[in-house]
């Protein structure tokens, strides 16, 4: 008796079980990204306090690192400008409106909180346009700490 012949090729077979076992792991592969993005967060939500306070803490620190800090007997004044003081200025925006002013040295909106403010110059004294930041943050240390 003739051993059955087979309609496919061995070559033909194997191509099929690749290619079924390729689409599975397609799948599966498509499953898994499918869930890694569904279960991240599209963005992490910050509040605005939360964002004020890390423009604070970016201020001191720049003002320690470039020594911009005062120590004026009671209080250490530190002072931080351009980036720094720009995001801060602009954080503060949300809360505390802009005080304009024009002085000798230009025309400037300032926003003070507390005893702590920070600057926008518009204007040099000329009364060219600029644009320039700066933050004077005040910490009380009381009479304890100085000579």
Not at 123 to 139: H, M, P, Q, V, Y
Request: glycine share 8%; aromatic share 8%; proline share 3%.
């Amino acid at each position: 008796m003739a051993p059955p012949k087979f309609s496919h090729e061995p070559s033909a077979m194997r191509s099929q079980t690749y290619s079924r076992q390729s689409g599975a792991r397609m799948r599966r592969f498509a499953m898994v990204v499918w869930f890694v993005l569904a279960s991240a967060p599209g963005y992490a939500q910050i509040s605005p306090q939360a964002l004020t306070l890390a423009g604070l803490n970016d201020c001191m620190k720049e003002a320690i690192g470039a020594g911009s800090v005062e120590d004026d007997g009671t209080v250490l004044i530190f002072s931080c400008s351009a980036a720094k003081a720009r995001t801060l200025y602009n954080f503060l925006g949300r809360k505390v409106s802009a005080e304009v002013v024009q002085d000798r040295n230009g025309k400037f909106e300032n926003r003070h909180f507390g005893n702590n403010a920070c600057y926008h110059r518009v204007e040099d004294a000329s009364g060219k346009a600029a644009d320039e930041f700066r933050c004077d943050l005040i910490l009380a240390i009381g009479d304890v700490l100085s000579e």
